[in-house]
């Protein structure tokens, strides 16, 4: 079974430093999807980024951007200066490919912004 | 476009009580998802529909129960209602599965 580890409960980060959070994941699978979620305190949870694991070039998404690193099977987040707005829990998610439905995530790192 | 709306966004059940989770999407979205998150985790897979009247399970559907007559609506029913349903349960929906799935606000569902 897919699993996914987010191995980090709570970051935080100063007002406009770059953070990266971490993921790894589980799969003998070839075909597959990435994704980061953002939860903020209004529980809607938000696409920040998604990565197709076909694709050796790495998403970038304005201020987001990921490193994938396929062998490894890690999918680590990057916050460039990071907003107030940043603040969240952030879940990464696994997506088998092929007609695949279940998303599987991780625990969530919860990111704290100090102003 | 009010996107995946749910109701209600709270609700406190008492024991075997049962209820229905509602949740719409006016995308035109065949595919449509139920989840469930537990505190301090993440979300977890109840039952998914790929289109009017084609349901099927997830990971953990045990004392769920799903229908989906229409390409809009997907409910959620909750029958004999247990303290371990106690959660905040999300509707998403997608056009097909290498698309986004868009999340409801969720719903804060405690059972005492």
Redesign the interface.
Known sequence: AQT?TQSQPEMSVQEAETVTLSCTYDTSESDYYLFWYKQPP??????VI?QEAYKQQNATENRFSVNFQKAAKSFSLKISDSQLGDAAMY?C?Y?RGK?????V????TRLTINP | NAGVTQTPKFRILKIGQSMTLQCAQDMNHNYMYWYRQDPGMGLKLIYYSVGAGITDKGEVPNGYNVSRSTTEDFPLRLELAAPSQTSVYFCASSTGTLYEQYFGPGTRLTVT
């Open positions: 996914v209004s529980r809607q949870m938000i696409l998604r879940f998610a997506r007609g695949a439905q279940k998303l995530f991780g625990q969530g």
